[in-house]
Protein backbone atom coordinates (compact mmCIF):
# COMPACT_ATOMS: atom_id res chain seq x y z
CA UNK A 1 0.00 0.00 0.00
CA UNK A 2 1.07 3.87 -0.75
CA UNK A 3 0.86 6.46 1.52
CA UNK A 4 -2.56 7.75 0.58
CA UNK A 5 -4.16 3.77 0.85
CA UNK A 6 -2.56 3.77 4.20
CA UNK A 7 -4.35 7.07 5.19
CA UNK A 8 -7.82 6.37 3.84
CA UNK A 9 -7.52 2.53 5.72
CA UNK A 10 -6.61 3.92 8.60
CA UNK A 11 -9.29 6.65 8.40
CA UNK A 12 -11.72 4.14 7.36
CA UNK A 13 -10.87 2.12 10.32
CA UNK A 14 -10.59 4.42 13.16
CA UNK A 15 -14.40 5.83 11.79
CA UNK A 16 -16.07 3.16 10.85
CA UNK A 17 -14.65 0.61 12.89
CA UNK A 18 -15.03 -3.25 12.43
CA UNK A 19 -17.68 -6.23 13.16
CA UNK A 20 -15.95 -9.09 14.76
CA UNK A 21 -17.71 -12.66 14.68
CA UNK A 22 -19.88 -13.40 17.76
CA UNK A 23 -17.98 -14.47 21.22
CA UNK A 24 -14.85 -12.36 20.12
CA UNK A 25 -13.73 -10.47 23.15
CA UNK A 26 -14.58 -6.80 22.24
CA UNK A 27 -11.76 -4.71 24.34
CA UNK A 28 -11.90 -2.97 27.19
CA UNK A 29 -15.15 -1.36 28.07
CA UNK A 30 -13.93 1.37 30.08
CA UNK A 31 -11.12 4.09 31.14
CA UNK A 32 -9.90 7.27 30.52
CA UNK A 33 -9.49 6.91 26.29
CA UNK A 34 -10.98 5.57 23.69
CA UNK A 35 -12.55 2.07 24.44
CA UNK A 36 -14.03 -0.90 22.94
CA UNK A 37 -11.03 -1.19 20.77
CA UNK A 38 -8.60 -4.41 19.99
CA UNK A 39 -5.34 -3.34 18.29
CA UNK A 40 -4.19 -4.80 14.83
CA UNK A 41 -1.13 -3.90 12.76
CA UNK A 42 -1.53 -2.57 9.49
CA UNK A 43 0.13 -3.07 6.55
CA UNK A 44 2.53 0.31 7.32
CA UNK A 45 3.72 -1.85 10.89
CA UNK A 46 2.14 0.56 12.66
CA UNK A 47 -0.96 -0.31 14.94
CA UNK A 48 -4.92 0.82 14.89
CA UNK A 49 -7.06 0.60 18.34
CA UNK A 50 -10.17 -0.73 15.76
CA UNK A 51 -13.04 0.58 17.36
CA UNK A 52 -15.09 -2.89 17.41
CA UNK A 53 -19.47 -2.48 16.76
CA UNK A 54 -21.99 -4.76 17.07
CA UNK A 55 -25.93 -4.68 15.58
CA UNK A 56 -27.13 -1.74 14.99
CA UNK A 57 -24.28 0.99 15.88
CA UNK A 58 -22.41 -1.64 13.06
CA UNK A 59 -25.00 -0.88 10.59
CA UNK A 60 -25.15 2.83 11.10
CA UNK A 61 -21.26 3.39 11.11
CA UNK A 62 -21.29 0.54 8.06
CA UNK A 63 -18.56 -1.45 10.09
CA UNK A 64 -17.06 -3.83 7.67
CA UNK A 65 -16.43 -7.83 8.70
CA UNK A 66 -13.07 -8.37 10.69
CA UNK A 67 -12.75 -12.39 10.61
CA UNK A 68 -10.06 -14.42 12.08
CA UNK A 69 -7.98 -16.63 9.36
CA UNK A 70 -6.44 -20.39 9.76
CA UNK A 71 -3.21 -18.11 10.65
CA UNK A 72 -4.26 -16.94 14.39
CA UNK A 73 -2.13 -14.31 13.91
CA UNK A 74 -3.93 -13.12 10.41
CA UNK A 75 -7.25 -11.51 10.05
CA UNK A 76 -8.99 -10.42 7.39
CA UNK A 77 -10.66 -6.85 7.35
CA UNK A 78 -13.50 -6.64 4.78
CA UNK A 79 -12.95 -9.68 3.14
CA UNK A 80 -9.75 -8.36 1.15
CA UNK A 81 -6.70 -6.90 3.58
CA UNK A 82 -4.95 -8.52 6.04
CA UNK A 83 -3.87 -7.73 9.50
CA UNK A 84 -2.04 -9.22 11.91
CA UNK A 85 -3.48 -9.20 15.73
CA UNK A 86 -1.34 -7.64 18.11
CA UNK A 87 -1.45 -10.79 20.89
CA UNK A 88 -2.54 -10.52 24.24
CA UNK A 89 0.62 -9.78 26.44
CA UNK A 90 2.19 -12.93 28.96
CA UNK A 91 2.23 -10.73 31.66
CA UNK A 92 -1.19 -9.53 31.83
CA UNK A 93 -1.55 -12.98 33.68
CA UNK A 94 0.53 -12.47 36.36
CA UNK A 95 -0.26 -10.85 39.94
CA UNK A 96 1.38 -9.03 42.80
CA UNK A 97 2.27 -10.09 46.25
CA UNK A 98 -1.53 -8.25 47.01
CA UNK A 99 -3.06 -10.47 44.40
CA UNK A 100 -3.52 -7.54 42.05
CA UNK A 101 -3.76 -8.57 38.40
CA UNK A 102 -1.25 -6.65 36.26
CA UNK A 103 -3.58 -6.49 33.53
CA UNK A 104 -5.39 -4.35 36.51
CA UNK A 105 -2.87 -2.32 37.16
CA UNK A 106 -1.30 -0.89 33.67
CA UNK A 107 -2.33 -2.58 29.88
CA UNK A 108 -0.31 -2.88 26.52
CA UNK A 109 -1.69 0.48 24.38
CA UNK A 110 -0.65 -0.37 20.48
CA UNK A 111 2.17 -2.79 20.27
CA UNK A 112 5.20 -0.87 22.47
CA UNK A 113 3.30 1.39 24.94
CA UNK A 114 2.66 0.42 28.34
CA UNK A 115 -0.33 2.83 30.03
CA UNK A 116 -1.89 3.31 32.82
CA UNK A 117 -4.29 5.60 34.65
CA UNK A 118 -2.98 6.51 37.94
CA UNK A 119 -6.04 7.67 39.17
CA UNK A 120 -9.46 6.04 38.04
CA UNK A 121 -11.56 9.20 38.64
CA UNK A 122 -12.51 12.34 37.87
CA UNK A 123 -13.86 14.91 40.27
CA UNK A 124 -16.12 16.51 37.18
CA UNK A 125 -18.44 13.49 37.67
CA UNK A 126 -19.51 14.45 41.29
CA UNK A 127 -21.81 17.14 39.87
CA UNK A 128 -22.15 15.75 36.21
CA UNK A 129 -19.98 18.01 34.26
CA UNK A 130 -17.38 15.42 33.08
CA UNK A 131 -17.13 14.93 29.53
CA UNK A 132 -20.04 13.65 27.83
CA UNK A 133 -17.21 11.19 26.27
CA UNK A 134 -16.13 9.93 29.04
CA UNK A 135 -16.39 6.51 30.56
CA UNK A 136 -12.94 6.83 33.08
CA UNK A 137 -15.01 5.26 36.12
CA UNK A 138 -16.31 2.08 34.53
CA UNK A 139 -13.38 -0.26 34.15
CA UNK A 140 -12.91 0.78 37.95
CA UNK A 141 -16.41 0.17 39.44
CA UNK A 142 -16.83 -3.41 36.73
CA UNK A 143 -13.65 -4.65 38.90
CA UNK A 144 -11.66 -4.68 36.04
CA UNK A 145 -8.97 -2.26 37.26
CA UNK A 146 -8.50 -0.45 41.15
CA UNK A 147 -9.49 3.14 42.02
CA UNK A 148 -5.70 4.42 42.90
CA UNK A 149 -2.44 2.54 41.44
CA UNK A 150 0.62 2.08 43.52
CA UNK A 151 3.62 3.13 42.26
CA UNK A 152 5.53 -0.09 43.14
CA UNK A 153 2.50 -1.97 41.45
CA UNK A 154 3.26 0.21 38.65
CA UNK A 155 7.06 -0.20 38.28
CA UNK A 156 6.23 -4.18 38.47
CA UNK A 157 4.12 -4.18 35.79
CA UNK A 158 6.47 -2.21 33.76
CA UNK A 159 9.45 -4.40 34.62
CA UNK A 160 7.21 -7.41 33.54
CA UNK A 161 7.00 -5.69 30.53
CA UNK A 162 10.14 -4.92 29.85
CA UNK A 163 11.40 -8.62 29.99
CA UNK A 164 9.33 -9.36 28.34
CA UNK A 165 10.18 -7.44 25.49
CA UNK A 166 6.74 -5.78 24.80
CA UNK A 167 7.60 -1.95 25.87
CA UNK A 168 9.63 1.12 24.38
CA UNK A 169 7.39 3.75 26.65
CA UNK A 170 5.07 4.10 29.83
CA UNK A 171 1.86 6.66 29.29
CA UNK A 172 1.18 8.05 32.55
CA UNK A 173 -2.51 9.44 32.65
CA UNK A 174 -5.08 10.58 35.42
CA UNK A 175 -8.19 11.54 36.02
CA UNK A 176 -8.49 15.07 38.01
CA UNK A 177 -8.78 14.85 41.91
CA UNK A 178 -10.66 17.97 43.79
CA UNK A 179 -6.76 19.76 44.19
CA UNK A 180 -5.29 22.45 42.70
CA UNK A 181 -1.78 20.05 41.52
CA UNK A 182 -4.78 18.16 38.87
CA UNK A 183 -3.27 14.81 39.92
CA UNK A 184 0.17 15.85 39.35
CA UNK A 185 1.93 14.83 42.44
CA UNK A 186 0.71 11.50 41.92
CA UNK A 187 2.35 11.21 38.60
CA UNK A 188 5.73 12.94 39.99
CA UNK A 189 6.01 9.60 42.19
CA UNK A 190 5.15 7.52 40.25
CA UNK A 191 7.67 8.86 37.62
CA UNK A 192 10.55 8.68 40.42
CA UNK A 193 9.71 5.47 41.25
CA UNK A 194 9.86 3.83 37.31
CA UNK A 195 13.19 5.49 36.88
CA UNK A 196 14.44 4.05 40.15
CA UNK A 197 14.15 0.73 38.48
CA UNK A 198 14.08 1.62 34.85
CA UNK A 199 15.13 4.33 32.20
CA UNK A 200 12.34 3.80 30.23
CA UNK A 201 10.64 7.05 28.55
CA UNK A 202 7.76 8.34 30.08
CA UNK A 203 5.19 10.66 28.98
CA UNK A 204 2.67 12.07 31.16
CA UNK A 205 -1.54 13.59 30.81
CA UNK A 206 -3.21 15.72 33.34
CA UNK A 207 -5.68 18.70 33.25
CA UNK A 208 -3.51 21.91 33.33
CA UNK A 209 -2.32 22.90 37.17
CA UNK A 210 -3.47 25.84 39.09
CA UNK A 211 -0.03 26.46 39.50
CA UNK A 212 2.31 26.21 35.98
CA UNK A 213 4.87 25.32 38.41
CA UNK A 214 4.03 21.98 38.58
CA UNK A 215 4.62 21.36 34.99
CA UNK A 216 7.92 21.88 35.37
CA UNK A 217 7.80 19.73 38.47
CA UNK A 218 6.73 17.23 36.25
CA UNK A 219 9.59 17.29 33.58
CA UNK A 220 12.04 17.56 36.69
CA UNK A 221 10.96 14.05 38.38
CA UNK A 222 11.59 12.89 34.70
CA UNK A 223 9.05 12.63 32.01
CA UNK A 224 10.09 12.94 28.70
CA UNK A 225 6.71 14.29 27.00
CA UNK A 226 3.20 15.58 28.16
CA UNK A 227 -0.31 15.66 27.35
CA UNK A 228 -2.12 18.70 27.74
CA UNK A 229 -5.59 18.26 26.24
CA UNK A 230 -8.18 20.95 24.64
CA UNK A 231 -10.46 18.20 23.47
CA UNK A 232 -12.05 20.40 20.49
CA UNK A 233 -10.53 23.64 19.08
CA UNK A 234 -14.67 25.02 19.19
CA UNK A 235 -15.17 26.94 22.30
CA UNK A 236 -18.87 26.03 21.88
CA UNK A 237 -18.47 22.59 21.31
CA UNK A 238 -16.18 22.11 24.32
CA UNK A 239 -18.71 24.06 26.61
CA UNK A 240 -21.31 21.87 25.21
CA UNK A 241 -19.40 18.51 25.43
CA UNK A 242 -16.71 19.53 28.51
CA UNK A 243 -19.19 21.37 30.83
CA UNK A 244 -16.51 20.81 33.78
CA UNK A 245 -13.18 21.26 32.25
CA UNK A 246 -14.75 24.49 30.05
CA UNK A 247 -15.14 26.08 33.45
CA UNK A 248 -12.55 25.69 35.15
CA UNK A 249 -9.96 26.05 31.83
CA UNK A 250 -10.47 28.57 29.33
CA UNK A 251 -8.73 28.55 25.69
CA UNK A 252 -6.32 31.50 26.34
CA UNK A 253 -5.18 29.51 30.15
CA UNK A 254 -4.38 26.13 27.95
CA UNK A 255 -2.50 27.94 25.82
CA UNK A 256 -0.70 29.74 28.60
CA UNK A 257 0.12 26.16 29.86
CA UNK A 258 1.43 24.30 26.50
CA UNK A 259 3.65 27.70 26.26
CA UNK A 260 4.59 26.95 29.58
CA UNK A 261 5.41 23.44 28.94
CA UNK A 262 7.38 24.00 26.13
CA UNK A 263 9.99 25.61 28.35
CA UNK A 264 10.41 22.13 30.15
CA UNK A 265 10.36 19.73 27.35
CA UNK A 266 11.00 19.43 23.51
CA UNK A 267 9.29 20.93 20.59
CA UNK A 268 6.55 18.21 19.14
CA UNK A 269 6.64 16.81 23.00
CA UNK A 270 4.01 18.63 24.26
CA UNK A 271 0.79 17.38 22.27
CA UNK A 272 -3.11 18.06 23.04
CA UNK A 273 -6.14 15.87 21.98
CA UNK A 274 -8.43 17.70 19.27
CA UNK A 275 -11.60 15.12 18.50
CA UNK A 276 -13.00 15.38 15.12
CA UNK A 277 -16.64 14.79 14.86
CA UNK A 278 -18.05 16.59 17.84
CA UNK A 279 -19.72 19.05 15.77
CA UNK A 280 -16.94 21.76 15.33
CA UNK A 281 -16.00 23.71 12.48
CA UNK A 282 -13.41 22.16 10.18
CA UNK A 283 -11.77 24.94 8.88
CA UNK A 284 -11.56 26.57 12.53
CA UNK A 285 -9.57 23.42 13.66
CA UNK A 286 -7.26 23.09 11.06
CA UNK A 287 -6.49 26.82 11.94
CA UNK A 288 -6.05 25.66 15.42
CA UNK A 289 -3.91 22.97 14.78
CA UNK A 290 -2.01 25.12 12.64
CA UNK A 291 -1.55 27.79 15.53
CA UNK A 292 -0.41 24.87 17.77
CA UNK A 293 2.02 23.63 15.14
CA UNK A 294 4.00 26.74 14.70
CA UNK A 295 4.89 27.35 18.69
CA UNK A 296 5.48 23.14 18.74
CA UNK A 297 2.24 21.45 20.10
CA UNK A 298 1.54 18.42 18.72
CA UNK A 299 -2.20 17.57 18.23
CA UNK A 300 -3.30 14.13 18.24
CA UNK A 301 -6.53 14.57 16.28
CA UNK A 302 -8.44 11.83 16.58
CA UNK A 303 -12.21 10.57 15.82
CA UNK A 304 -14.64 11.11 18.99
CA UNK A 305 -15.64 7.69 20.05
CA UNK A 306 -19.00 6.88 21.28
CA UNK A 307 -18.56 4.62 24.29
CA UNK A 308 -21.33 2.91 26.35
CA UNK A 309 -21.96 4.10 29.39
CA UNK A 310 -20.78 8.09 28.60
CA UNK A 311 -23.63 10.74 27.58
CA UNK A 312 -22.59 9.99 23.99
CA UNK A 313 -23.30 5.86 23.76
CA UNK A 314 -25.80 7.08 21.39
CA UNK A 315 -24.47 9.71 19.15
CA UNK A 316 -23.83 9.79 15.34
CA UNK A 317 -20.50 12.13 14.68
CA UNK A 318 -21.23 14.10 11.61
CA UNK A 319 -18.13 12.09 9.64
CA UNK A 320 -20.57 8.85 9.54
CA UNK A 321 -21.15 8.22 5.99
CA UNK A 322 -18.32 10.77 4.89
CA UNK A 323 -15.64 8.94 4.44
CA UNK A 324 -13.93 10.94 1.44
CA UNK A 325 -14.88 14.31 4.38
CA UNK A 326 -12.73 12.74 6.61
CA UNK A 327 -9.77 11.47 4.85
CA UNK A 328 -9.53 15.07 2.99
CA UNK A 329 -9.49 16.68 6.50
CA UNK A 330 -6.54 14.01 7.46
CA UNK A 331 -4.85 15.33 4.74
CA UNK A 332 -4.82 19.14 5.83
CA UNK A 333 -4.00 18.07 8.92
CA UNK A 334 -0.80 16.16 7.55
CA UNK A 335 -0.18 19.03 5.49
CA UNK A 336 0.02 20.98 8.67
CA UNK A 337 2.33 18.46 10.61
CA UNK A 338 4.62 18.01 7.70
CA UNK A 339 5.13 22.09 7.08
CA UNK A 340 6.38 22.91 10.74
CA UNK A 341 8.37 19.40 10.92
CA UNK A 342 6.15 17.63 13.44
CA UNK A 343 6.41 13.58 12.79
CA UNK A 344 4.83 11.94 15.42
CA UNK A 345 7.13 8.72 15.47
CA UNK A 346 9.84 10.83 16.04
CA UNK A 347 8.40 11.81 19.55
CA UNK A 348 9.93 10.06 22.44
CA UNK A 349 6.37 8.72 24.44
CA UNK A 350 3.03 9.17 24.16
CA UNK A 351 -0.34 8.85 22.53
CA UNK A 352 1.32 10.09 19.86
CA UNK A 353 4.45 8.12 19.89
CA UNK A 354 1.68 5.01 19.69
CA UNK A 355 -1.02 6.13 17.58
CA UNK A 356 -3.37 3.53 17.87
CA UNK A 357 -6.33 5.96 18.22
CA UNK A 358 -5.13 8.90 15.28
CA UNK A 359 -4.26 9.12 12.04
CA UNK A 360 -1.94 11.75 11.99
CA UNK A 361 1.59 9.34 11.85
CA UNK A 362 -0.42 8.46 8.30
CA UNK A 363 -1.83 11.63 7.22
CA UNK A 364 2.18 13.05 8.27
CA UNK A 365 3.56 10.41 5.70
CA UNK A 366 1.29 10.77 3.27
CA UNK A 367 2.07 14.78 3.43
CA UNK A 368 6.20 14.04 3.21
CA UNK A 369 5.29 11.42 0.22
CA UNK A 370 4.06 14.34 -1.67
CA UNK A 371 6.38 16.94 0.09
CA UNK A 372 3.22 19.65 0.73
Not at 48 to 67: N, V
Not at 97 to 108: F, H, M, P, Q, T
Not at 198 to 208: L, N, R
Not at 277 to 293: I, P
Request: glycine share 10%; proline share 6%; hydrophobic share 35%.
Amino acid sequence: MDTEEMLQLKVRLLTEGARLPEGEWKGRSGGAGPVGSRYFLLPNGRTCGIPIRTGKQADLFGSASLEPTGDPSVWLYDDSIQLIVVPKPKFYDLRTKEGLAYSSIALLHGDRTLATTVYQSCRYWSDGSQCKFCTIPFSYLSGDTVLEKAPEDIVEVVIAAQKEGLIDDVLLTTGTPAAPDMGCKRLIETITAIHGASDIPIAVQFEPPVRHAMIREVAKAGAVAVGIHIESADDSVRQEMCPGKHQFGSLDFYKKSWRYALKYFKRGHVSTFVLHGLGEDVQDTLNFVDELSKLGVMSVVAPVRPSRGSQLADYVPPYVGDLAGSIDFYKNIGRILYTHGLNPKETAAGCHKCGGCTPIQEAYDWAAAQKL
